[in-house]
Antibody, heavy 122, light 107 residues
Framework: EVQLVQSGAEVKKPGESLRISCKGS????????ISWVRQMPGKGLEWMGRIDPSDSYTNYSPSFQGHVTISADKSISTAYLQWSSLKASDTAMYYC???????????????WGQGTLVTVSS | DIQMTQSPSSLSASVGDRVTITCRAS??????LAWYQQKPGKVPKLLIYAASTLQSGVPSRFSGSGSGTDFTLTISSLQPEDVATYYC?????????FGPGTKVDIK
């Protein structure tokens, strides 16, 4: 069974750093791109960026470029989303999602993690 | 950047009604269009990709059509379990973009 299991909820202060994780199982982790999606409270879905776990090649949305870093450790089938300096406006649910077709960076998302709620407050 | 719009932003319909949601791209995207369903408090679920291909396991009352700039998602007979927000997403090129969503509930 394909699963993406994300790390638990986080409460942080502005300016702090954070890394959240997404562990894939039940499939060949290096064969499928992973994307990250933000959902702010009561709002819609925003694509943040994607990574090819086989070589850690990444693309970012211009809206998130420079503010977050996406990475992966293929040895433990885990993708990461990290911030070096959080802002209150980063408060949101963050999802990782697997691309539908192997090796295809431009495909839609078939499996999603359960989401990680990040709360940034002083 | 290509912008995605959806209409209506919300709708209320009766059980058994035919429901249609429209998604429009600001530039042509061929058929690189997917639809997702997000029930309250739940994870998004892929319904349709390539504008009209039903994802495995999705009920046949859901269908999609369109190409270029104009797309539709149709629910042929609305069921109580279809209460959700529906998002379109374009996935061509290096930039993915979601539409703002259409909230569907039961009248």
């Amino acid at each position: 069974e394909v699963q993406l299991v994300q790390s638990g909820a986080e409460v942080k202060k502005p300016g702090e750093s954070l890394r959240i994780s997404c562990k894939g199982s039940g499939y060949s982790f290096t064969s499928y791109w992973i994307s990250w999606v933000r959902q702010m409270p009561g709002k819609g879905l925003e694509w943040m960026g994607r990574i090819d776990p086989s070589d850690s090649y990444t693309n970012y949305s211009p809206s998130f470029q420079g503010h977050v870093t996406i990475s992966a450790d293929k040895s433990i089938s885990t993708a990461y989303l990290q911030w070096s300096s959080l802002k209150a406006s980063d408060t949101a649910m963050y999802y990782c999602a697997r691309h539908l077709f192997p090796g295809d960076s431009n495909s839609q998302f078939d499996y999603w993690g359960q989401g990680t709620l990040v709360t940034v407050s002083s | 950047d290509i912008q995605m719009t959806q209409s209506p932003s919300s709708l209320s319909a009766s059980v058994g009604d035919r429901v249609t949601i429209t998604c429009r791209a600001s530039q042509g995207i061929s058929n690189y269009l997917a639809w997702y369903q997000q029930k309250p408090g739940k994870v998004p679920k892929l319904l349709i990709y390539a504008a009209s291909t039903l994802q495995s396991g999705v009920p046949s009352r859901f269908s999609g059509s369109g190409s270029g700039t104009d797309f539709t998602l149709t629910i042929s007979s609305l069921q109580p379990e279809d209460v959700a927000t529906y998002y379109c997403q374009k996935y061509n090129s290096a930039l993915f973009t979601f539409g703002p969503g259409t909230k569907v509930d039961i009248k």
